[in-house]
């Protein structure tokens, strides 16, 4: 038998080993920290549940993901009690996306976890790649989509209506600082990278929300190439600023930041994504296009606790249901905007609201 054949022969052997490990420690009561990996309707009161938040990225610069924690954190305080305490532990994947689905294949693998919550488009792909290795692992995944995995839940945000918010914002403060002209408006939009969301969804959605101030009005379009460099932000933004988009919307997440900074050291205007931000720099910060991805994070891991997540179903909520919405009352967006400016977001986001003007996906 020559070596190949040899090496070949122990490794099949060893696979097969290491697979009726895996396979008898998966039995309740043997191996693995042997908890009941349904989490749910178990009917243990002694029962501790586990809970993991995997953070794609980290969480500073990126309130998303400081939401999505917030949350987690807050639906387990209220729930946990001396007999079935309820743990979360928050683990920071960082910004090397190839990293991901093997971090999350250990988390699956360690059997500690009831369930996995984590959040962004990238992410029903990865557990539905994970739950094929390790099917008794729940997760509850926001800000992306896949239905029909029985042990995946996914809910994502409207985020036409969000990106049309913004969009409408961002031509009428850039229009009324071009002298009330009205028309060739040139606003833009640096994101932290190409993703079909971005593409397909929010970059359209700025654009159309813009084009119904000006039918005109082009969008700049710049992609940072990560989630937090700072300095390429800021050399994007005094870039696009310069070509005459003077008011930008920013999805960069640390790189936010570079582009608020070159904003206003030009006197030009920047649009917030996700959270309110006209805290972040008054008076630059112009219009704040939100989601409550806390009150998502808390209610679905609320319905997990009590059993009534509905794993297999993925659910998109927006305006009408109260996920989506654009921040009118902030004493920064009222100093920073002027009556008529304010007036007219106002009269879009009363159509939207009440359903008037559809943007449904
Ligand atoms: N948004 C952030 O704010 N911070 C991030 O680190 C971040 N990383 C992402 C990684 C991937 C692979 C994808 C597809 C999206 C990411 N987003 C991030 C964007 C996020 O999912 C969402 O689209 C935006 O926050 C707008 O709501």
Known sequence: MNQVVQKHRFFQRFTLVFSLLVWVGSFPGFGLGSKDQSGQGSGDPGLHRAIAVFIPGVMSGSPIYEMLAAGVKQAAAEQSTAERPVTVTVIEGGFNQAEWESRITALAASARYDLIVSSNPSLPAIASAVSVKFPQQHFLLLDGELAGNPRIYTLRYNQREQAYMAGHIAALVAGEADQEVRTGIRIGLVAGQEYPAMNEVILPAYRAGAQRVDPSCTVDF????????????????????????????????????????????????????????????????????????????????????????????????????????????????????????????????????????????
Request: glycine fraction near 14%; aromatic fraction near 10%; proline fraction near 3%.
């Open 222 to 361: 710049r992609v940072v190439g990560n989630w937090f460099d700072a300095g390429k932000g800021a050399e994007l933004a005094a870039d696009m600023i310069r070509g005459g988009a003077k008011i930008i919307l920013s999805i960069a997440g640390g790189a936010n930041e570079g582009v608020v900074q070159a904003a206003f050291e030009a006197g030009a205007k920047v649009v917030w994504f996700d959270t309110n931000g006209y805290g972040v720099r008054p008076g630059t910060v112009v219009g704040s296009a939100v989601v409550y991805q806390d009150k998502a994070a808390y209610e679905q891991t609320l319905r997990f606790l009590e059993g009534t997540l509905p794993f297999g179903s993925a659910e998109l909520v927006g305006v009408a249901e109260g996920y989506v919405d654009f921040i009118e009352a902030d004493p920064h967006y009222q100093a920073s905007v002027s009556a008529p400016i304010r007036e007219q977001q106002g009269r879009l986001l009363a159509q939207i609201r009440s359903g008037a003007l559809d943007l449904q996906e």
